[in-house]
């Protein structure tokens, strides 16, 4: 098992000491606005449900609250600063409804206008409860038509959405077939309500306001709706039918995060997952809570508070929710549903559901959503490239000296803090990246992701073997023969020394100079060297650990000899059953081994340590006043990981001076490289926290792709777009 390496560069003569200086201060650096998940999604308010009426009475809901009342809560909601949307119902007084018309038009809000309120209450009792999807065509007619008469008030609003609900489940008393009879009755409706809400907006010269069907419970509890539409399942039937057969496209659903608890199609109850399947139809995403226990008094679609101390929604949930929104890059409205209890006031439940919700938008693995995505290596790097270099390795020895002679290196090569791409893992036999027992053996793959971390401008360099470091000149030589500029000038280049400790052979400690030596980088135009030591303390090889320790020993003392930066890995192991080595990761070994390794070589003036993070390792670093980079490990899969390990590294001592990183930045599961390695430089370079660091991250997935096709092949490709669902707001 093999990890990441540290960093450090030689200077010409005349001969002087490295000194590693402190930088004075930290450079302040411009803070760019960065935006939280779904930072750009409509926030709206369920108004008549933050604003019942007086008191937390019910008026607002029946449209008789005063009109001091609605124009007090309208006036909070549009000066809150969050909202930009509001979800309103019916208003009956006349005047008091132009008044709301044109205080909404000041806020310039997004408008919903709900009439699910309006079907559930029924006044007058004049519609059936099956509402829209009655079986009875009568019925259906009548509810179709009290809608309708709502589409005309909705546009008198300004309204851009219209919500409604489908009507009360008939149940399966006598088996599926009423319910089958209901959805049809269902979907002929919503073609009604789409074709009649299309004329109106025809002749008012307006946009079709979306047509929105809410899912609800098909629970007959206390609290509860027992409505046909229902599980997400069938609502998303239905609404593939609605838009695909009846080409109803401002056609869709609105899902309540509190209703996932009270959707069941069978025992359990709904999760975030469904979202995933619902994705091409969303219109509209509530987030609410909800008390699922049924003893409780207030069990059931009564949406209680987010701080409510028994509901079912908790922040470890609704951020799963939110990053479940951000992974399908949903573009839609997202509303907040709350009603005070008691004597809460609607203005600390909705701030408290707004801090839940922005707690839950900012954590790391909320705003590191990949979605589907997949960073494809040959786009970057196509094969027809890739075999360039064989074609020029027939003639190369001369081209790669002259390419290493004429190199621009840096005047100040160590910066404040470095990250150098380790790339000599295939020369020691080890070729694994997670479950893949031979990722690193393909070649174009490997260069190809080596490359595209290299050529972010603000990565300082890579630390890699002869072969490697040939194949790079050699690129480096024909993207600048094709009108390019060298990518390899003032980068830090490092070469690997001893890479003789083959991974599972029975002398693995025995570490023998086998890339570079120190002379070899000397003519190679390099920067330093880099070598590794492993501590076997128990088996029979504990011996070749100490003949490679004396080897390390002597490559620093050549490295001082010519003032050339040694960066030494020193790695305490211990063997398992089956032979394999592990590395110790506790700092108490990592401590140890440290005092070994700066001790080698006659000076520790040149030394640079490259360590693996570890738990307490504020203690690690002041186990050494030398320079410390810190290595990846192998890869998680998820850089998420890494980039916390070096936010908490860099704050653990003004000696950790960047990073040393292989695996974890080359193969980031199935993200894109050259974005972990923006994400990376925004800790190590901009001293971000790691939560910023990941919204950078997916801001420059695909970018510069078409580096080397545009120069070396003349074909600027589009750059990949993150698959996205055709939700677009209209």
Not at 262 to 272: I, K, P, S, T, V
Request: glycine letters at 6%; aromatic letters at 10%; proline letters at 4%.
């Amino acid at each position: 098992m093999e990890q990441e390496k540290p960093i450090l560069k030689p200077i010409k003569p005349p001969i002087k000491p490295i000194v590693v200086k402190e930088p004075a201060k930290v450079k302040k650096i411009k803070e760019k606005t960065i935006k939280m998940t779904l930072e750009k999604n409509i926030k709206s308010l369920v108004h008549f449900m933050a604003f019942p009426g007086p008191r937390l009475g019910r008026s607002t809901i029946y449209g008789e609250a005063p009109e001091k009342y609605m124009l007090d809560s309208i006036n909070w909601i549009g000066k809150h600063g969050f909202f930009k949307g509001i979800e309103i119902t019916l208003i009956k007084d006349h005047e008091i409804r132009q008044k709301v018309i044109n205080l909404l038009k000041k806020y310039k809000f997004y408008i919903t206008f709900c009439a699910q309120p309006i079907q559930l209450i029924n006044e007058d009792n004049l519609i059936a409860q099956t509402d829209i999807s009655s079986i009875d065509e009568l019925e259906r007619t009548n509810a179709v038509n009290r809608l309708k008469h709502y589409i005309i008030e909705a546009y008198e609003f300004g309204a851009i959405n219209f919500c409604f609900l489908s009507g009360k489940d008939p149940g399966t008393e006598n088996g599926l077939r009423l319910r089958r009879q209901a959805t049809q009755s269902l979907i002929r409706s919503i073609h009604e309500i789409c074709v009649y809400n299309k004329s109106i907006a025809k002749k008012l010269n307006k946009r079709p306001m979306k047509i929105t069907l809410e899912t609800f419970d098909r629970l007959s509890d206390k609290n509860c709706k027992n409505q046909l539409i229902g599980p997400s399942d069938e609502a998303r039937e239905l609404a593939e039918i609605v838009r695909n057969n009846y080409g109803h496209d401002i056609f869709g659903i609105l899902y309540d995060l509190s209703h996932m608890f009270l959707l069941r199609n069978g025992f359990d109850h709904e999760e975030a997952n469904v979202l995933r399947s619902l994705a091409p139809y969303l219109n509209f995403i509530h987030i609410a809570n909800t008390i699922i226990d049924k003893e409780h008094p207030q069990y059931g679609d009564a949406h209680v508070g987010m701080d409510h101390p028994d509901g079912a929604v908790t922040s470890e949930i609704l951020a799963n929710f939110v990053k479940t929104l951000n992974e399908i890059n949903y573009k839609n409205p997202i509303g907040f549903e709350f009603i005070p209890q008691g004597r809460q006031l609607s203005e600390s439940v909705v701030n408290i559901a707004v801090a839940s919700y922005k707690e839950a938008a900012e954590q790391i693995d909320v705003n590191y959503a990949l979605g589907a995505y997949r960073f494809k290596t040959r786009r970057f790097l196509p094969e027809k490239i890739f075999y360039m270099i064989t074609d020029y390795r027939l003639n190369s020895y001369e081209i790669i000296r002259q390419e290493m002679k004429n190199r621009q290196r840096r005047e100040r090569p160590w910066g404040d803090n470095l990250i150098i791409i380790a790339a000599d893992h295939p020369a020691r036999r080890v070729t694994r990246v997670g479950e893949n027992d031979l990722a690193m053996g393909d070649r174009q793959q490997y260069l190809g992701r080596i490359l595209r971390v290299l050529i972010h401008d603000r990565v300082d360099g890579v630390m890699t073997t002869p072969d490697i470091m040939d194949d790079l000149f050699l690129i480096n030589y024909f993207y600048k023969e094709n009108g390019g500029e060298s990518f390899l000038d003032n980068k830090i280049l490092l070469g690997c020394t001893n890479r003789g400790g083959l991974s599972g052979s029975s002398y693995e400690m025995d570490d023998l100079l086998t890339a570079y030596t120190v002379e070899d980088i000397i003519n190679c135009n390099l920067d330093g060297a880099k070598m590794m030591f492993r501590i076997d303390l128990e088996t029979r090889q504990a011996r070749y650990s100490q003949r490679t320790i004396e080897i390390c020993s002597k490559i620093i003392r050549a490295c001082n000899k010519n003032n050339i930066p040694a960066f030494v890995e020193p790695l305490p192991v211990y063997r398992e059953k089956d032979g394999t080595y592990v590395v110790q990761y506790n700092a108490d070994d990592i401590i140890k081994a440290i005092g070994i390794a700066t001790a080698l070589g006659g000076s520790s003036s040149n030394i640079w340590l490259k360590i693996p993070y570890v738990a307490n390792f504020e203690q690690v670093v002041r186990s050494t006043s030398n320079p410390i980079l810190m290595l990846g490990g192998e890869s998680t899969g998820n850089p998420t990981d890494i980039l916390e390990n070096f936010e908490r590294g860099l704050g653990a001592g003004p000696n950790v001076k960047g990073c040393l990183v292989g695996r974890n930045l080359l193969y980031p599961g199935f993200d894109d490289p050259y974005a972990s390695a923006v994400a990376v430089s925004r800790i190590l370079h901009d001293y971000d926290n790691t939560e910023k660091a990941v919204k950078e991250l997916a801001k420059n997935r695909a970018k510069r792709m078409d580096f080397f096709t545009s120069i070396i092949l003349g074909i600027h490709t589009e750059a990949e777009k993150e698959f996205s669902y055709p939700s677009e707001l209209t």
